[in-house]
């Protein structure tokens, strides 16, 4: 049960990446990034019980830790001016006069 | 007492793999940026949950058992929070939402065919 | 992943997907069993890196410019080079193999003796501190030039007027980041408490010095990047950094000192108290303590000079603007 889990997250791991590499919007990205990172948490404490040693639940606090404190600077440092978005309301349809 | 924590367990790590899986397709499949936030905010959390809790069950003396509920309390303040931030900074910068825009379109329709009457 | 690294000039993008590849590659490690690498990694690699890329894109600019001449003839170069350095490994014996030199004589008397000699269960930490503890002196002075270099190229003293023009800013955007900032009060305390147990840890468990000051760099800056400059500066003073960088140094050099004043070699713990294995303990505890001094004070420093940076260019540009407009 414990390898099923793994795959499963290691699978979702995969997944997250194709949306990172893919998205369109900047935030996509990030978001992506963020949800990779909750990932790695789970897989790295699945693979300490599965190899049978618990150290590395240190390792899964600090990645934690680590992408929060990233995503957070992300988003602190992304209000600044140059990265006002444009041009994302093309997907609306165009409004006659 | 075996039996029952290794079927408790694996309940409640089939649940959480599950609710891993199906943010992972939600994040691929939804259409807007608002609605995979949604996705990944609300199932993360929860998936995340539901598998260290089966892994607490599992654990084999008290050190192993306090650090899973540190990640768990962890976890459970810091998913929502990165879901507000990212949200709240994603309007502020510009980022609209995909609406759904059918109904006026109706009225739109029916409008020029009025004027031609006139 | 590395080259859709490369591919991309939107530099945001690029921030986020190095961001991603560290996390990989910390996986990686975890899936060997490399554990203390798999720390640092995660620490260093996806987080101190990726927030400091990100404060100097926030001051340079988002997309790349493109290059004006095509690098044939460097890359010629660098596949002559590239092809001569595999060619000289093809000599070495394979990876793992169990006659290498380094399996039959180096890591065996590590591993059999370093529970005897020293009597900590991490060897990777008893490697890193007592067997090799000169290669680790060397990297905690390189740590350490690394902050001087920064503070030597970036420091711009500020005036007291923007430091309240900037402390206002901050005030009136408390409403807006509430959220994020009662979250942060709570998860601070906390990060800096996980850093001293990684500290003190390190023997028996992955840590050590390294990672400890990392993490607590880690928290510092966030509360830097919540709060403001100004504030964070009020809380940690930036003379009072300087000074800990420098006692961290000044601490692992003056174990090395004072057991050559006992008799023993220099960096030689087994002169320093009267049980040669106490001796050991007592000089790895002191040196990591060093390490992580030293670690923590120099990431918070050059983190401090490049916001300082940011601001500095903000507030001249606004002026900048404010004085056009005005024309």
Redesign the interface.
Known sequence: MLIAATLAIFVAMILA?IR??VGPT?YD??L??NM??TK?VL??SL?GFV?G?P??L??A???A??????V???L???D?D??KHTSVQDDLPKEEP | MDIFILISSSLCLFIGSFLCLSSSVGILRFPDFYTRMHAVGVTDTLGTGMILIGLMILSPDLLVFAKLVIMLL?TL??GP?TS??LAKSAFNNGLMPKLNKKPLEQSKIKEPAHRNLD | ?AI?IIRMT?L??V???T??YG?LS??FF??M?A?DV??TE??VG??IS??LM??VI?MT??SEKKTRHKPLPALIVVAITGGLLIYGTLDMPYFGSTDAPIHSHVAPKYVNDSMEEIGIPNIVTSVLASYRAFDTFGEVIVIFTAGIGVLALLSVTRRPEDDEEISSNNDSMHEQHL??RI??K??IPF?LL?ALY?QF?GDF???GGF?AGV?FA?AI??YT??FGLSTARKVINQTFIQLIAATGVLIYASVGVASLLSGGNFLDYNVLTSDPVAGQHLGILIIEWGVGCTVASVMIMIFFNFANRREMQ?TNKSMHDTNQESQ
Request: net charge positive; hydrophobic share 65%; glycine share 8%.
């Open positions: 990446i990172g590499i900047l990205r990030i992506a990034v990779f990172g790695t897989l790295i693979l190899m040693r150290e590395f240190d390792i606090i600090v990645y830790l680590i992408s929060f404190i990233s957070i600077g992300v602190r440092y992304s600044s140059q990265f | 962890l303040l810091t929070t507000h931030v | 992943m859709a939107d945001f993008a921030v986020m997907l961001g991603i996390l910390a996986s975890v899936a069993d554990v798999a720390f995660a620490s996806a987080g990726t927030l990100l404060v926030s600019g988002r959220v994020i979250v942060a709570i998860l990060i996980f990684v840890h468990g992955p840590g990672q993490i880690a800056i966030l990047m919540l903000r």
